[in-house]
Structures are given as structure tokens and as C-alpha cells.
């Protein structure tokens, strides 16, 4: 099965790296920037002043997942024009289903004019690409399935 690899750093003001990989772990696009922090406001009015992972509101959890579908035309603000929603199915990424998390996805939006982490801004604990890179992403998904792991750097 081929493979969205996510890879983020323990300290999640550093950007991590994306990248697709072939069922023979030949990388088949990326990496590419992406970010996996929480804003700290955010998660703060939410209960979550830590950024827990495993709880609401924290940052991306680390784990296994599913894509639950691709979605276009995506309408909600800050999230570009596609998102790809994550079912967590290992790892914090269950637990944090467990725990109440939804409306995890890979997503862009806020990314290209100049965030303060490498131009990418923080999310409600999604992982958020570039626009450009979210397009491209896409693009080699198409029908194929995915595992997605998200793993330490």
C-alpha cells in the first residue's frame, strides 16, 4: 500500500516534512514543508494549555491513519480549496479519537503570506501544507489508497 510519510519534530514551532511514498518506499513526491502545531490561544480557550496531542485542540497526533475521503471545494476558512480528512486508526492518533478529537486533515490555507513558522501557520491541530504542495499532493493521490503515519524526527 502506498504511503503518506509525515514526519514532525518533538518541538512543533519547527516545521516537519511530507512526502509520498511508492508501495516500494520510493518517494514519489516531496517533502515538502508542513506543520503540525496547535495555536496556543486556541488550545488554551479550549481547555488544552499544553497542547496535549491527545486531547482536543492539541497538536497533530503522532500515529497511523486513514484518509477518510478528499474533499474539494472546501468552503471553511483558513483551509484552502482541499482537505484530506484523517480517521486516527493507531498510536496517539486512536487515542486522540478516543479522547474526542475530530476534523483532523491535511490541509493549506494561511500557508503562503508569511506565517511565523516558515511561512505556515498554525491550525486546530491539522497538518498544514503550502497551497501549492496541498494541489500537488493531490494530484498523486488520486485513486490510489493511503496509509498515513505520522511519525517523531
Same mark, same amino acid.
Given at each position: 500500500?502506498?504511503?503518506?510519510?509525515?514526519?514532525?519534530?518533538?518541538?512543533?514551532?519547527?516545521?516537519?516534512? =511530507?512526502?509520498?511514498?511508492?508501495?516500494?518506499?520510493?518517494?514519489?513526491?516531496?517533502?515538502?514543508?508542513? =506543520?503540525?502545531?496547535?495555536?496556543? *490561544?486556541?488550545?488554551?480557550?479550549?481547555?488544552? $494549555?499544553?497542547?496535549?496531542?491527545?486531547?482536543?485542540?492539541?497538536?497533530?497526533?503522532?500515529?497511523? !491513519?486513514?484518509?477518510? +475521503?478528499?474533499?474539494?471545494?472546501?468552503?471553511?476558512?483558513?483551509?484552502?480549496?482541499?482537505?484530506?480528512?484523517?480517521?486516527?486508526?493507531?498510536?496517539?492518533? =486512536?487515542?486522540?479519537? *478516543?479522547? &474526542?478529537? +475530530? &476534523?483532523?486533515?491535511?490541509?493549506?490555507?494561511?500557508?503562503?503570506?508569511?506565517?511565523? !513558522? *516558515?511561512?505556515?501557520? $498554525?491550525?486546530?491541530?491539522?497538518?498544514?501544507?503550502?497551497?501549492?504542495?496541498?494541489?500537488? =499532493?493531490?494530484? !498523486?493521490?488520486?485513486?490510489?489508497? !493511503?496509509?498515513? +503515519?505520522?511519525?517523531?524526527?
Amino acid at each position: 500500500m502506498s504511503k503518506i510519510l509525515i514526519t514532525l519534530p518533538a518541538d512543533r514551532t519547527q516545521v516537519g516534512t =511530507l512526502q509520498v511514498l511508492a508501495d516500494d518506499g520510493s518517494t514519489q513526491f516531496g517533502p515538502v514543508m508542513c =506543520l503540525g502545531k496547535s495555536d496556543n *490561544e486556541l488550545a488554551a480557550a479550549h481547555g488544552n $494549555p499544553t497542547r496535549d496531542s491527545t486531547l482536543p485542540y492539541g497538536d497533530t497526533p503522532l500515529g497511523d !491513519y486513514n484518509p477518510t +475521503s478528499t474533499l474539494g471545494g472546501v468552503t471553511v476558512p483558513d483551509m484552502g480549496s482541499v482537505i484530506v480528512p484523517l480517521n486516527g486508526i493507531a498510536g496517539d492518533a =486512536l487515542t486522540a479519537m *478516543e479522547n &474526542g478529537r +475530530s &476534523g483532523l486533515a491535511i490541509h493549506a490555507g494561511r500557508g503562503d503570506d508569511g506565517g511565523p !513558522y *516558515e511561512g505556515l501557520f $498554525p491550525t486546530d491541530g491539522c497538518v498544514r501544507v503550502a497551497q501549492i504542495d496541498m494541489n500537488n =499532493l493531490v494530484s !498523486y493521490m488520486g485513486t490510489t489508497t !493511503y496509509q498515513i +503515519s505520522i511519525v517523531p524526527a
